[in-house]
C-alpha cells in the first residue's frame, strides 16, 4: 500500500508542476507577438511552492524547467519574512514564511534572477522594475 501512495503523490506532484507550466507558458505567449512580459518570481514561484508542500521532487523540478520559457529578465521582489508577515497578516504562518524566503534566495541564485528590494516603497520598486526592464532595451 505505501508504494501505491508513493506513486500516486509523485503523479499528483508531477501534475501540479504541468498545470504551473502550462499557466506560465500561456502568460508567455503575448512575447511572440513582441510584447513585453514583467512577472515577479516567474518560474521561481512555482519551484519554491512545490518544494513547500511536497518537499524536493526532482522530476517536477526537470518539468518545470524545460517546459517553461526562459525570461529575458527575471526579477525577485525580495522580502524578509517579517515585512511578509506584516503587510499580510495570518497570511502565511511565520515558519512557512522564513522557509520561503530562503527557497526564494536559493532558487534566485540558480534561475541568475535580479533582486529587486521589495520593503522600498512601492514608487521605489517600480523605479527599480523600470530600470531593469530599460537595460534590456
Not at 522564513?98 to 541564485?109: H, K, M, N, P, W
Amino acid at each position: 500500500m505505501a508504494g501505491r501512495r508513493r506513486l500516486v503523490s509523485w503523479i499528483w506532484i508531477l501534475l501540479v508542476a504541468a498545470v504551473n507550466a502550462r499557466s506560465l507558458r500561456r502568460s508567455a505567449r503575448p512575447r511572440r507577438r513582441g510584447v513585453a512580459v514583467v512577472c515577479d518570481r516567474w518560474v521561481t514561484d512555482s519551484l519554491v511552492d512545490l518544494r513547500l508542500r511536497y518537499g524536493s521532487h526532482r522530476g517536477a523540478v526537470l518539468a518545470l524547467r524545460a517546459a517553461v520559457p526562459r525570461p529575458d529578465l527575471g526579477l525577485l521582489l525580495s522580502l524578509d519574512a517579517e515585512t511578509a508577515a506584516r503587510r499580510k497578516p495570518g497570511d502565511q504562518d511565520p515558519a512557512v514564511l522564513r522557509r520561503a524566503v530562503g527557497l526564494y534566495e536559493e532558487e534566485a541564485r540558480r534561475g541568475a534572477l535580479a533582486r529587486v528590494d521589495a520593503r522600498a516603497s512601492s514608487s521605489e520598486v517600480a523605479a527599480e522594475v523600470v530600470e531593469q526592464v530599460r537595460r534590456l532595451l
